[in-house]
C-alpha cells in the first residue's frame, strides 16, 4: 500500500511524543553520565567461561550488569541491565554479542519487548549501542537521535532491547548475522527477565537497521520458530546491495559507504579483500575500518568502486566471491517467509528512492510477501531523502506495532502494492 503520508502531520507526531518524553526526563534531578569505558577495552564484551560457546544454546545470557542511559549527558532515570549472550555469525560459527534491556517505568499491560534495532552502521566498537547509549561516542553516531525514538517505545509501557546486532567484530551488513542477532537478543531479553518465549514481541529499525530487522523477520521461522513476534517494521530497507552500490557510485553524500561495505562483508565473510584493491582503496580502506558512519559516509565525495578497486575488477560484478556475497545479501531470498505482519517505509526524493535506498526494491520485497499471503503495509515518504524519511517512518513504526500489541486487524495494503523491480541475483561469472 503506498501511503503518501504529510510531513508535518508525521512531524507533529513524533514531536508530541518526543514532548512527553523530555518532560519525564527533565522532571527528575539529572547526573553528568559517568565515563563509559569503550567496549574494545571492557571485558564485559568477551566470553571467558569453561563451556564452549559451541555447546551453548543461542540466546543464552552469559553475562549481566545494570547499567545507565545517557541522553545528551544526563542520566535517564528508568532501569536499565545489559545482557551478553550467545547468538550466531554470519557463517554460522558461535559468536557472543551484548544487548541493552531499558524496562518502562509502568506497564499496565505485563510483559511486551520491543527489538530495536539502531542505525549505527558501524566499523569500530564505539558506535555499538550498547556503549552510545550510556553518553559514549556521542558526537560520531546516530545513538542521540535514536535515543529519542527508543524512549517513545518505552513511554508507552513496552521493554525495550537494543541488541549490538553486527557483533563483536563489527560484521555491517552481514544480513543473516544481523537476524540472528537480533532474534537471540529477544530470547536472551525473555530468559533475564524469567518470561516465557509466549511473550510477544515487536521488531522495528531503520536504514542499517532495518538489515536487522528483515532478516529477523525471514530467518525466525527456522531459527527461532518458539518466539512470539507480533509485528515488524524496517524503514529505508537495501533490499538488493549490487541495486544500492550502482545507484551511490560516484555519489556525494553516500559514496563513502562503499569502503566500509566493502571492509564489513570482507570480515563477515572471511575473504580478504586487499588483493582486489588498488592503492587507493587499500588507503581508503584503511581510513574507514575502525569509524562509524557519520564519520565516512560524505567524507569522499564522487568516490567510485572504480577508484577502489584494481583496473582489472573495475566491473566489480564480474569478481566471483563479491558476486556470490551480494547474491546472498537479496532479502527475501533465503526461503523463509516471516509470519507476522510487516510495514516496510522509504523515502523517494528523486523518482528512485532516497539518495541510498531505492523505492521499487522495496516495494518488490513487499510484493514477494504479499505473494506469499501475509499482510504488508508499504508506504513512500514522498519528497523526504533518507536521513528526513526516518522521522515519518518512526512514527508510523509505533503506531503499527502498538495496534498490533493490541491485538487489532493488521493493516493490509496488498492489493495496491506493485511489483517492483526484479531482485533477480546478480549472473555468477566464471571463477
Not at 551478553?84 to 510483559?111: D, F
Not at 563513502?256 to 565473510?269: D, E, H, Q
Request: aromatic share 8%; charged share 15%.
Amino acid at each position: 500500500m503506498h501511503v503518501r503520508l504529510s510531513r508535518s502531520r508525521l512531524f507533529a507526531v513524533v514531536a508530541a511524543a518526543l514532548c512527553a518524553v523530555s518532560t519525564l526526563v527533565g522532571g527528575v534531578p539529572a547526573a553528568q553520565a559517568a565515563t563509559v569505558v569503550p567496549p574494545s577495552q571492557d571485558p564485559f564484551y568477551t566470553y571467558h567461561g569453561s563451556i564452549p560457546l559451541s555447546q551453548i544454546a543461542p540466546g543464552t545470557v552469559l553475562k549481566k550488569r545494570s547499567v545507565s542511559i545517557s541522553v545528551d549527558g544526563l542520566t535517564v532515570p528508568v532501569s536499565t541491565e545489559q545482557v551478553l549472550y550467545r547468538t550466531t555469525g554470519e557463517l554460522g560459527q558461535p559468536t557472543a554479542t551484548v544487548t541493552t534491556i531499558i524496562k518502562p517505568l509502568l506497564s499496565l499491560t505485563g510483559t511486551k519487548i520491543v527489538a530495536y534495532q539502531t542505525a549505527y552502521d558501524a566499523l569500530g566498537s564505539e558506535c555499538d549501542p550498547s556503549y552510545t547509549l550510556r553518553g559514549g561516542n556521542p558526537g560520531d553516531s546516530t545513538a542521540q537521535d535514536e535515543e529519542l525514538a527508543i524512549a517513545a517505545y518505552v513511554l508507552a509501557g513496552f521493554t525495550v532491547t537494543v541488541p549490538d546486532y553486527e557483533g563483536t567484530r563489527l560484521d555491517w551488513g552481514a544480513g543473516q548475522e544481523s537476524g540472528y542477532g537480533t532474534l537471540d537478543a529477544i530470547r536472551a531479553t525473555e530468559r533475564y527477565l524469567g518470561v516465557s518465549a509466549s511473550t510477544e514481541a515487536g521488531m522495528v529499525g531503520y536504514s542499517g537497521g532495518s538489515i536487522a530487522t528483515e532478516w529477523a523477520s525471514e530467518l525466525a521461522p527456522s531459527y527461532a520458530p518458539e518466539l512470539h513476534i507480533i509485528g515488524a517494521a524496517a524503514g529505508g530497507v537495501p533490499v538488493d546491495f549490487a541495486h544500492n552500490l550502482t545507484y551511490i557510485n560516484g555519489d556525494d553524500d553516500w559514496s563513502g559507504v562503499i569502503p566500509a561495505v566493502l571492509v564489513s562483508l570482507g570480515r563477515a565473510f572471511g575473504v580478504n579483500i586487499t588483493p582486489y584493491l588498488s592503492s587507493y582503496g587499500e588507503k581508503i580502506t584503511s581510513q574507514v575500518k575502525g569509524e562509524c558512519i557519520a564519520s565516512f559516509a560524505s567524507a569522499y565525495p564522487g568516490l567510485t568502486v572504480q577508484q577502489l578497486l584494481r583496473p582489472r575488477y573495475s566491473n566489480p560484478f564480474s569478481v566471483p566471491v563479491l558476486v556470490r556475497i551480494l547474491n546472498h545479501l537479496i532479502m527475501g531470498s533465503s526461503g523463509g517467509t516471516p509470519r507476522e505482519p510487516l510495514l516496510f517505509g522509504v523515502g523517494d526524493s528523486d523518482g528512485t528512492g532516497d539518495g541510498i535506498m531505492i523505492d521499487g526494491d522495496v516495494e518488490a520485497l513487499a510484493h514477494k510477501y504479499c505473494q506469499r499471503g501475509l499482510p504488508v503495509t508499504f508506504s513512500v515518504y514522498s519528497g523526504l531523502p533518507h536521513a528526513d524519511a526516518a522521522v515519518p517512518f518512526e512514527a508510523e513504526a509505533l503506531a503499527f506495532l502498538e495496534s498490533q500489541f493490541n491485538g487489532l486487524p493488521a493493516p493490509d495494503g496488498c492489493a495496491s502494492i506493485g511489483p517492483g523491480n526484479s531482485l533477480a541475483p546478480l549472473p555468477q561469472p566464471g571463477s
